[in-house]
């Protein structure tokens, strides 16, 4: 098999949603021994041409041809006939069996199950890779990166020589990143194809050998990534040329705004969430948050927004006459009357945030209604804001009278996070505002931040990109396990720093 010939020709893909076309007549080449990065704003339909690939959904028209034959993918288990495996963001995984147990699920292998052989098997595709799984660990035993590991091994296992990769390093630490990417480049070396669909462009640049964009739903170009650099593939994406800079302003007239005193948190189960955190938010700052995914970082912002119940200690809100108001015990109106907003832009944005059969203007007004429509700070109808939203952060929509669940999560994500800024809070709490979202909006939301610290607002932002932490938050607090590991100052921390901060507790002041 020749290491660098062609396993996918995609010719002339279109695939619609109603009036959304998300492809349109898309040729895309993919090659054995190589990592492609596909690339593309929200709703470009990166997601759904691999989608079509991997056989979730079935083109409307156009070609798919696996080593120059043309073929009929309908169905997952179909694409694993030709070799193609799809690992997505959002793992399927049983969390009380085993690894081997998950990888194995659902094969018909003709013969009695053998746990053992397949513990065997498992182990040779690691040696082979540089994986580390232990095939009789349970799932709900294992880190968010040993999870990932399970679910490419399982493609593996099945025989996937072509492996699609959706937002991989998501809320992965700069370690796990490198070690994901030892592996791929290994798998890269033994002749598999590789597609990785990423929003990080440091990552496009680290990792891949060849990138292909995406815009609109249409087939824009392709570049060998030696030869072109983040901003040239950002202007490609967007059309246009994008500034790369976030800004750190200095932080204004800083003041304590929320002072938080041993806060301890369990769930509902009785495991300890956070443990005794303590820190100080000022206004006129942005205080980052970092922590691996599940180290109390949803627990804490839902405390200050008085959404979730508080076991012991103190979460002060600070007036500019310096009067300290105990938070613990209000709920979330008496809160938000003291002006603080909770953005919280949780992974199930239509769950929590927004209503998908309802349309823009009708999600804008789920925010203003309870004060009679003068939440926002420019006092407009939610359809001006509808609009103002639509406009400022390029939501890519028919109209606004189109129900939210039609728009792709990227833009749905815009819509939340426009809204939630659009009212004039004095602290803004935001978790993971641009998870999802392309670099393009990235930058809108950064900016948006950067205006409400000039303005004077307290801003605490949970992020996952380290990278974006260290740019744009003045101090970052880290979490691990839920207590605080150290808080940094932003300009002179380092990336492996506040890593291994993430892993393990490490000394640190925790009130500077």
């Known amino acids: 098999m020749d290491r660098s010939s062609v396993a996918v020709k995609m010719r002339g893909i279109t695939k619609t949603f109603g009036s959304i076309v998300a492809n349109d007549k898309v040729d895309l080449d993919i090659r054995r021994g190589e990592i492609l990065a596909l690339l593309g704003e929200n709703g470009s339909g990166k997601t759904t041409l691999m989608n079509m690939l991997s056989g979730i959904y079935y083109p409307d028209s156009g070609s798919i041809f696996i080593d120059d034959k043309e073929v009929s993918i309908s169905s997952p288990r179909e694409a694993f006939r030709y070799g193609i495996g799809m690992i997505h963001q959002h793992f399927k ?5 085993t690894a ?8 018909k292998e003709g013969k009695k199950l053998d746990l053992e052989e397949a513990g065997r098997k498992i182990r040779k595709i690691c040696d082979t890779y540089g994986f580390e799984v232990d095939p009789k660990q349970k799932i709900y035993d294992m880190s968010v990166s040993q999870k990932q590991t399970v679910e490419i091994v399982k493609v593996l296992y099945r025989g996937a020589d072509i492996l699609i990769l959706d937002e991989p390093t998501a809320v992965l630490t700069p370690q796990e990143t490198d070690k994901l990417f030892a592996v791929l480049r290994n798998m890269r070396n033994d002749g598999k194809a590789i597609v990785i669909i990423t929003h990080k462009m440091h990552e496009v640049e680290a990792l891949s050998d060849r990138v292909a964009v ?4 249409a087939y824009i170009g392709e570049m060998m990534t030696r030869e072109t650099n983040a901003q040239e593939m950002t202007n490609m994406m967007v059309g246009r040329s ?3 800079n976030i800004d750190r302003p200095d932080p204004v007239n800083p003041k304590p705004r929320i002072e938080v005193k041993d806060l301890t948190v369990r769930s509902q189960d009785g495991i300890l969430k956070l443990d005794h955190v303590s820190f100080t938010a000022r206004s006129g700052e942005i205080l980052g948050i970092a922590g ?3 180290s109390g970082q949803k627990e804490l912002l839902e405390s200050i927004a008085g959404l979730q119940p508080v076991e012991e200690g103190s979460i002060s809100f600070v007036d500019d006459g310096g009067k300290k108001t105990e938070l613990i015990g209000k709920d979330p109106r008496e809160i938000s009357s003291m002006g603080v907003a909770l953005s919280f832009v949780p992974e199930d944005r239509l769950g929590m945030g927004l209503v998908g059969s309802m349309d823009l203007t009708d999600n804008m007004m789920l925010r203003s209604y309870r004060k009679g429509g003068m939440v926002f700070a420019d006092r407009k109808s939610p359809k001006a804001l509808a609009q103002k939203v639509v406009d400022e952060l390029e939501v890519s929509t028919p109209g606004l009278s189109i129900p939210v669940r039609r728009l792709s999560g990227g833009n749905v994500q815009k819509v939340l996070v426009g809204r939630e800024i659009s009212s004039a809070p004095m602290v803004l709490l935001t978790a993971y505002a641009v998870r999802g979202l392309d670099i393009n909006s990235s930058y809108v939301i950064y900016n948006l931040l ?4 000039q303005r004077g607002v307290s801003v605490i932002y949970v992020g996952e990109d380290l990278d974006v932490l260290l740019e744009l938050c003045d ?3 880290v979490l691990c396990g839920g207590k605080v590991s150290g808080i940094v100052d932003g300009k002179d921390a380092q990336k492996n720093e506040i890593g291994l901060m993430m892993t393990k507790i490490k000394g640190g002041s925790t009130d500077e």
Do not use: C, T
Not at 93 to 97: A, K, N, P, R, T
Not at 214 to 217: H, T
Not at 450 to 453: A, D, F, R, S
């Open 292 to 294: 691996i995914s599940g």
């Open 100 to 107: 081997a147990e998950n990888i194995v699920l659902g094969l």
């Open 242 to 244: 994008v500034s790369l």
């Open 475 to 477: 101090r970052i607090l």
């Open 93 to 97: 995984l049983v969390d009380v069996l």
């Open 214 to 217: 995406l815009r609109k739903g």
């Open 450 to 453: 950067n205006q409400q610290k």
